[in-house]
């Protein structure tokens, strides 16, 4: 069957014919048939040079032979058993090593349950029960999170069956406004247990915070008691070797890890200051639980993932970064077009918005019809991004300097169509 049929035939069985909202694009969605350093290939034989990378966690390509070497042994002695391992314990302090925020970790199974987890944790660590996310942010699909929400739904409404009980205690905030959240805080006075931020914003496309936004974040909870949570799904062991907090140096209270840390397989975490941590179960009494938390297979290859990425590692991938980003904006400036690359990092889109996108209220005005020209023309040159102008590209270490050419003229023929 060809994607076409497949999309069809996956229609009867799986609702909307995709397990995740995201993969679903008008016409129908490719469906892969495999995938392999840079490169994506669909059940017709299309070959496309791959920027969406699973949404983030391949920072190493598709199927790099040190994970699959180490994820094959793990598989020789079993899969899951309901009982600890000492690699648990090796890629715990390895995170710890990373990321300034860490100094104990829970490893749970996505970053969905892992912003679930911390929250509760800074709810039983304060006492207190609002917290505080910004307009846009994603931080995964619970109950909890899902008001004003990102993640290629920045134009959807909020999700029906969630219980208005279940979300009055979660305030929103524009990002990049110091005086709205002094004001929230000051009009909240002593409740809120924590702010969650997603550091860059990763999920309404790519916005960085402005000079000195983080710092004054992590000041104004410090002085009102309140938790600070780095969501770090996106930017952890992606801007660098301890992730933004590292990148702006900022160091939040709690941070909630997943997509790279798991090598490409399912996992999640959230760590913390050994104060806050101790209170999870059953060192404490936060509960958290999970039957594959701590998967020996998403184990091991998250721990020969984070072994590759050293500083050298980042240095070459962020060049290739920086050298796409000039390379688009010199396309966009002989084009003469009125829209905005963006990206750090590893990280890269191109807002249709004439204006400088600093929050979720300047990204909803972006162009999404020309964007989707845009994406198909991309496809119709042998590039997969994600299909909306709500998320971010990225880069891997797989991608070669053929790879980046390829990219940028496809880049220029797919903006000259989508603006004709
Ligand atoms: C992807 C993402 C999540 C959710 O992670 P899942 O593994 O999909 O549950 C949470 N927060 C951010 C910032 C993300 O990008």
Redesign the pocket.
Known sequence: MNSKELFEESKKYLPGGVDSPVRSFEPYPFFVEKAEGSHLWDVEGNDYIDHCLG??PLILGHGNSLVRENVFKQIENGTTYGAPTENEIKLAKMVIDRVPAAEMVRFVN????A?MSAIRLARGFTGKNKIVKFEGS????HDYVLVKSGSGAATLPDSLGIPEDTTKNTLSCPFNDEEAITKLIADEKDEIAAIIV?PVM??IGCVEPNEGYLKFLREITEENNIILIF?E??TGFRLSRGGAQTYYSVTPDLV?M??IIGGGFPM?AFAGKKEIMSMIAPQGNVYQAGTFNGNPVSVSAGISTLNQLDQEFYRDLNKKGNYLRDEISKIVEKLDLNIQPVGLASMFQIYFNPEKVTNYEIAKKSDTDRFSTYFHELMKNGVFIPPSQFECNFLSSSHNDEDLEKLIIAIEDSLKIAWK
Do not use: C, L, Q, R
Not at 138 to 141: F, L
């Open positions: 949404y983030g996505s970053g969905t349950e912003t994603y931080h995964g699909a997603e990763g999920n969501d799904v996106i909630t997943g997509k999640g």
